[in-house]
């Protein structure tokens, strides 16, 4: 058996195998510079090419984890197409007093076990109803009997609380924040901090603090789920989710527009380069049903999310239909799949919900 930490680091990393090449990731130096200090901290870079599978960052942390004696890792992902480093091959143990100060290394991100699966609802653009899928979400897993958490990180604009029909500040008892509660889901928003006419100007590093307080200070409990609602876009936000804590999958919302795929890929791009797992598309808006002979009118075009689950190769969760029933129910409060369960948005909704923990149930956990 391996008696010491390279050798130890060099038999687990001999088990990850890029399935685009066939060939182990450290054999081929897609990881490299593998460091390590005589206390078990552990420092190493994987290049990634475009159409490599983003879940090896994930493994190559994993198998870092799973070694005894490792305390501390520092992986650093980085794209195929940046300037290379020099090679190597060996496992050097660190100086601990370096000549030159090192560079602020990316925070690690930490698993939360009580939080159950971590699921992000981003989309590239705004007005695509990425919040209305994630109230709807939220409330369909809970009637299916899950747990489920439901965090609004969508700093700017913090419309769950009024989506969700809640309304107060939460309590705060033996230093942490209860989140409010309806349809059986547990909800946390700044939205129930703040005035309602107080805008968030606030920069990254406030939104950080807030989406770890979020994630650390509220009293959750026993999740089975937690559904992160994204604010638009490809900011500080997202990079502050993945920094803060293991993201078990992201899933994109878009209309059937161009305009709105085109942002959306971005948001593709972005999850997968920070080695978080996209489950899928979902599409809103798909089209609208009249209400007296049932026919679809593709009013913001069609076929839009399809195309981009095809570019990308990722499953089309769904497709939801416009409906004002949907509208209606978040400004009053009442989520589709509960005002009208019997909606065609509501089936599609709770549809896509039960693909999302099918999906999600194969992500492994930590």
Not at 340 to 352: F, G, K, N, T
Request: proline share 9%.
């Amino acid at each position: 058996m391996p008696s010491t930490l390279q050798e130890r680091l060099a038999k687990a990393f001999s088990q990850i195998i890029n399935p685009r090449t066939g060939t182990g990731v450290y054999e081929s130096q897609q990881l490299r510079d593998v460091a390590t200090t005589v206390d078990g901290k552990v420092r190493a870079t994987l290049t990634l090419d475009a159409s490599d599978d983003p879940s090896l960052a994930r493994q190559v942390r994993r198998a870092i984890e799973s070694v005894p004696g490792v305390t501390d890792i520092q992986l650093e992902v980085r794209s195929a197409s940046a300037p290379p480093r020099p090679a190597g091959r060996a496992l050097p143990v660190m100086d601990q007093t370096p000549a030159a100060p090192a560079r602020p290394a990316a925070p690690t991100p930490k698993r939360f076990p009580n939080l159950g699966k971590v699921l992000a609802i981003s989309s590239g653009k705004g007005g695509v109803g990425k919040s209305t899928v994630a109230v709807n979400l939220a409330v369909a897993l809970a009637q299916g009997g899950a747990r489920v958490g439901l965090m609004d990180a969508d700093i700017y604009g913090p419309n769950i609380p009024r989506m969700m029909g809640l309304s107060g500040a939460p309590p705060v008892i033996k230093e942490k924040i209860v989140p409010l509660e309806a349809f059986g889901v547990k909800v946390i928003s700044l939205g129930m901090m703040i005035e309602p006419d107080q805008p968030a100007i606030w920069r990254g590093p406030i939104v950080m603090k807030i989406i770890n307080q979020f994630l650390q200070d509220v009293a959750w409990g026993q999740l089975d789920y937690l559904i992160v609602d994204m604010p638009p876009g490809t900011g500080d936000a997202q990079l502050s989710l993945v920094q803060a804590t293991e993201v078990d999958g992201a899933v994109i919302v878009t209309t059937p527009q161009d305009v709105s795929v085109g942002d959306a890929l971005r948001g593709v791009k972005m999850f997968q380069r920070v080695g978080v797992p996209v489950l899928g598309i979902v599409e809103n808006m798909s089209w609208f049903e009249c209400s007296h002979c049932g026919k679809p009118t593709a009013i913001f075009g069609s076929g839009g999310g399809e195309r981009l689950a095809k570019d990308v190769e990722l499953p089309l969760l769904g497709q939801v239909p416009l409906y004002p029933r949907v509208m209606e129910g978040g400004d009053s409060g009442a989520p589709i799949v509960i005002a009208d369960a019997a909606s065609s948005a509501a089936r599609a909704l709770a549809a896509v919900a039960g693909r999302i923990a099918d999906a999600i149930g194969a992500v492994p956990a930590a």
